[in-house]
């Protein structure tokens, strides 16, 4: 499966089957999808990001495409 077009309900019950104690190893072979993407989906979630959105690793706390930095 492509993570093109997943649904954010989709990834909700994904998540919620690994917060309930699945490995997320175990989860995305289940699925067929890459395990770094659970990953990322833990990630966004636990920081309150929505699906999708990207964070500005060189200026923390920015989050989005296209943060122009400070001059």
Same mark, same amino acid.
């Given at each position: 499966?492509?993570?093109?077009?997943?649904? @954010?309900?989709?990834?909700?019950?994904?998540?919620?089957?690994?917060? %309930?104690?699945? @490995?997320?190893?175990? *989860? %995305?072979?289940?699925? /067929?999808? @890459?395990?770094?993407?659970?990953?990322?989906?833990?990630?966004?979630?636990?920081?309150?990001?929505?699906?999708?959105?990207?964070?500005?690793?060189?200026? @923390?706390?920015? *989050?989005?495409?296209? %943060?122009?930095? /400070?001059?």
């Amino acid at each position: 499966m492509s993570e093109v077009g997943v649904t @954010p309900e989709f990834r909700r019950k994904v998540l919620d089957l690994v917060k %309930a104690g699945r @490995p997320v190893r175990q *989860v %995305a072979a289940d699925l /067929d999808l @890459p395990s770094q993407s659970l990953y990322v989906w833990l990630r966004q979630d636990r920081i309150g990001l929505r699906p999708g959105a990207r964070v500005n690793r060189d200026r @923390p706390g920015r *989050v989005g495409r296209g %943060a122009v930095p /400070d001059r």
